[in-house]
């Protein structure tokens, strides 16, 4: 989004509007941002109505299933991922001076009513969760009274 590194100004002599850079570089810090900015602070979530079930997709690019979490109780369905950027080994090696990681959390939930809680079936497929829910098959309980 922005460039977090702020560039030494006026060949690095600290002037009175270091601090003014400083404040603006951390206003547009990803972590200062509210939510309803952050474009990455939520992941899509499109839910379908098939005859006999609902089907879940969720785009998650970038994350791995070790990553994603599923949780279903009572008919909520919460998806919750974490990613958690760790230093590699040959980073370690290099002379950084600066550098960044990321560590994200997100959690989207979702009722659905009269669905079989035992027979979900998830799937991570190019950065898409396909999640299958299916209904509770209702037998036809209506019965017709006659009028004395």
């Known amino acids: 989004m922005f460039n977090k590194i702020t560039p030494r100004r006026y060949n690095g002599v600290r002037s009175q509007f270091d601090d003014f850079y400083n404040v603006m570089d951390q206003f547009f810090n990803d972590n200062f941002m509210p939510t309803k900015f952050n474009n990455e602070s939520i992941f899509k979530v499109d839910i379908q109505d098939l005859k006999d079930s609902y089907l879940v997709e969720a785009d998650l690019p970038g994350y791995n299933k070790d ?24 980073d370690e090696e290099k002379n950084y001076i ?12 979702m009722y659905f009513d009269n669905i079989d809680e035992e027979d979900l079936k998830a799937k991570l497929e190019d950065g898409v969760l396909k999640i299958k829910i299916p209904k509770n098959k209702k037998e036809n309980n209506s019965k017709k009274i006659e009028i004395e």
Not at 73 to 80: A, P, Q, R
């Open 98 to 109: 600066h550098k960044e990681r990321k560590t994200s959390s997100m959690s989207r939930s």
């Open 67 to 90: 990553e994603i979490s599923l949780h279903l109780e009572k008919g909520n369905l919460t998806i919750s991922v974490n990613k958690n950027e760790e230093l590699d080994k040959s």
